[in-house]
């Protein structure tokens, strides 16, 4: 069964930093691109980063210079890392990953996986 799981949000001050993570877990073939979305209340949810398998990394144009993403192949884990937070990062923050894994059929199969999602609030 594969999971991801993500690290607990936090309550933060403006300015203030917090740094997510996202793990993956099953009998993982291999992990392509992987990534971040959130979710702020009464609006759709939106893309953060994605990095892919090389560690090539792309971000929503607004976030550039405040959010890093990273990821530990090894360790199939992904982060991300929010500087210099305002309150209209907050929101519910999701992590996916696109991977193969092998199934209880000894099968490989391709499918995107989410995270449970993590709740952040920041406040001024």
């Known amino acids: 069964q594969v999971q991801l799981v993500e690290s607990e949000g936090k309550d933060v001050q403006a300015g203030g930093s917090l740094r997510l993570s996202c793990a993956v877990s099953?009998?993982?073939?291999?992990?392509?691109?992987m990534g971040w979305y959130r979710q702020a209340p009464g609006k759709a949810r939106e893309l953060v980063a994605i990095?892919?398998?090389?560690?090539?990394?792309n971000y929503a144009d607004s976030l550039k210079g405040r959010f890093t993403i990273s990821r530990d192949n090894a360790k199939k884990t992904v982060f991300l890392q929010m500087n210099s937070l305002i309150p209209g990062d907050t929101a519910v923050y999701y992590c996916?990953?696109?991977?193969?894994?092998?199934?209880?059929?000894?099968?490989?199969?391709?499918?995107?996986?989410w995270g449970q999602g993590t709740q952040v609030t920041v406040s001024s």
């Open positions: 996916y990953a696109n991977l193969v894994y092998i199934d209880y059929a000894s099968q490989y199969v391709a499918q995107k996986y």
């Open positions: 099953g009998n993982i073939l291999r992990i392509d691109d």
């Open positions: 990095t892919s398998s090389g560690g090539d990394a």
